[in-house]
């Protein structure tokens, strides 16, 4: 006994060695980064004018090489161009290190009425300045004034400029590309938002109450002017998410418990449950008809924050303008994890090399040489997508592809997915409690965290209250690529309904080239896709409606693109729920006009059932591409 506990005992201490020894390595690479910085660029700050006297405080990093003239590499933000002051310098200033030692003018910006620039912060503000005219400004004036001032004073530059940023940032830089200075050439939207009813804090009307509570707590706390410094998060209490929301019960709670009306966007939020005119002018999609800049627009699969926003903006960009001058890239990641993960994995799955750096040396670096330096580089594909299941990347002349086989699946009796309609007929049913929801992880978490995107959903298989259709074992590998419409024929003994369909990846149980039981990922059940529809919403994201109880209803929507391969010996699998929760809010079931002003006795349990039957087939359809 004594020796095994030595020897546990030297194992442990040799696992802290080496944590030590990693953390050591990490923390002198990011220190021979930030000397590099300081090294070879000199810092300059400035409150640049706009168009209505307002100031915007801008950092410049200027190269100490006068040899050559320098794109500029700008970024907007609304998170801080920390740390302030001409001696206080940025540890990172491009999207990776190569770009640094490529060298730019690296440019950053707090937005109107964020942090140390003057103004009004307005979250998603409607573009109408150049609709105004005159002195009215915008996200997008603010981006064409702020640039004209850069290339007329900063020394030494080329007077070509770059944008790129992700998420809000993103957003950001998507707007540039409305009614665009002439010297932005080339513009990166990274995981960009779109339209706020869709992604973040929507999908598909059903709100997702962590992402927003957590990040208006701090985002929309109120100012008094220019400010360098924020507010720190609150403490919910407790690690477990799951607990903390239910313990909030209906969701008018919020200001009565913890933000007491005092912060702007929540409250207009709650007072907007229906896509109006109010979310109708936050969409900044609506601007995209005239893109001029070289477009990059990048996302991840796994993305749990803004996956609608890349392929959207994409897809509008792409629709609505002649030019071949818009590009996408779709990698295996989580938000932003193409910036600052290596890449190799997401949660549980497993990818096999460093997605991260590939993109980076292989795509966005070239992409900004060649636009804003000249540099030859090698065509660059319309569509750059990673191929989960396959782990591998491929290219596309369009996305998604035009070729390939269209396949509908129907859901039918015993939990199989069929070729054609169930002959049988009948239906399946659960009952969905609100004290009880479907958890959207089976980890303790805060509600808003990133592996779940992959994760394992035997626990979710399991449960009574989830419905599962499955094909038979695949006998070949099969593609899937694109959108996936979903037709629910569905009805409750209630008047209201969440429903949520995940597309699942289930693994064998022995590995199909040894024939040996896979104790890693033996039957593991892989998240591919999932997305959510607020039933009220299935015929009008404006003008919602209840269900007749008990009435065979159609519900239609789609789970957002996948390329994913179905590898021989694996099974496509649906599951069919009512509740996602702590991630989605959840539904009281019985039909109130503002959910966001429910009572607890509005929660109800409630009977569904999904049909599938010759007369109201549930079905799924995709496309299908050659490997």
Do not use: C
């Amino acid at each position: 006994m004594k020796i095994k506990s030595f020897g546990g005992l030297l194992a442990l201490l040799s696992l802290l060695m080496h944590a030590a020894w990693v953390q050591a390595a990490d923390t002198k690479e990011q220190d021979k980064r930030a000397e590099y910085i300081r090294s070879h660029y000199a810092k300059y700050e400035y409150q640049i004018p706009m168009r209505d006297g307002i100031k915007l405080f801008t950092s410049v990093y200027v190269p100490y090489d006068k040899s050559k003239s320098w794109p500029m590499l700008m970024q907007r933000t609304p998170y801080r161009v920390a740390p302030y002051g001409a001696d206080k310098y940025k540890t990172k200033l491009g999207p990776s290190e190569i770009f640094e030692k490529e060298g730019f003018i690296f440019v950053f910006q707090d937005v109107r009425g964020k942090y140390m620039s003057e103004g009004e912060f307005v979250n998603m503000r409607p573009q109408d300045a150049y609709k105004k005219g005159g002195k009215a400004a915008d996200d997008a004036t603010d981006t064409y004034d702020t640039i004209d001032w850069l290339v007329k004073n900063i020394a030494n530059n080329n007077g070509n400029v770059g944008m790129w940023g992700t998420s809000y940032p993103g957003y950001y830089t998507s707007v540039g590309a409305i009614n665009s200075h002439k010297a932005l050439k080339a513009i990166s939207p990274q995981a960009p938002i779109a339209d706020w009813f869709f992604d973040d804090f929507h999908r598909n009307g059903a709100f997702v109450v962590p992402m927003a509570f957590i990040f208006f707590d701090t985002f929309d706390a109120p100012r008094d002017g220019p400010q360098a410094k924020g507010i720190e998060g609150r403490d919910l209490g407790t690690p477990d998410g799951y607990q903390f929301y239910r313990e909030l019960g209906p969701l008018s709670n919020v200001n009565a418990k913890y933000f007491k009306g005092e912060r702007p966007f929540w409250n207009e939020l709650t007072q907007h449950p229906n896509y109006d005119e109010y979310w109708q002018a936050r969409n900044v999609l609506q601007h995209f008809d005239n893109v001029k800049p070289a477009t990059l627009v990048v996302g991840g699969w796994y993305d749990t924050e803004d996956l609608y926003g890349p392929l959207s903006t994409y897809k509008t960009m792409s629709k609505n303008n002649k030019k071949d001058n818009v590009h996408l890239v779709m990698g295996p990641w989580y938000h932003g994890q193409w910036n600052r993960g290596e890449g190799d994995k997401m949660g549980e799955a497993q990818l096999g090399f460093d997605t991260s750096s590939w993109f980076q040396e292989h795509i966005l670096l070239p992409f900004f040489k060649q636009n804003l330096k000249q540099e030859k580089a090698a065509p660059l594909a319309t569509a750059t997508i990673f191929e989960t299941g396959a782990n591998r990347w491929r290219e596309f002349s369009s996305w998604p592809p035009k070729a390939g086989k269209d396949v509908v699946l129907y859901m039918g009796a015993d939990e199989k997915l069929l070729n054609g309609k169930e002959s049988r007929g009948g239906f399946s049913e659960y009952v969905s409690d609100p004290k009880k929801p479907v958890p959207h992880s089976a980890k303790i978490s805060r509600g808003w965290d990133r592996p779940y995107m992959a994760e394992d959903q035997r626990f979710a298989a399991r449960r009574p209250d989830v419905l599962v259709f499955n094909t038979e074992v695949a006998t070949e590998d099969q593609t899937i690529a694109g959108a996936i419409d979903l037709n629910l024929w569905v009805s409750t003994n209630q008047t209201a309904a969440d429903f949520i369909v995940k597309l699942v990846d289930v693994f064998p149980g022995k590995d199909v080239n040894t024939d040996k039981i896979d104790k890693e990922t033996g039957n593991r059940h892989e998240l591919v896709r999932w997305h959510a529809m607020r039933g009220r919403f299935r015929n009008s994201m404006s003008q919602p409606e209840p269900f007749e109880s008990n009435k065979p209803t159609l519900v239609k929507f789609e789970l957002l693109d996948v390329l994913h391969t179905i590898k021989r010996g694996h099974k496509l699998q649906i599951q069919v729920q009512s509740s996602m929760f702590p991630f989605i809010d959840m539904n009281p079931q019985n039909y109130v006009d503002n959910i966001f002003e429910a009572k607890p006795e509005d929660f109800v349990k409630a009977q569904h059932k999904l049909y599938h039957s010759e007369e109201f087939p549930s079905s799924i359809q995709f496309k299908v591409i050659e490997n």
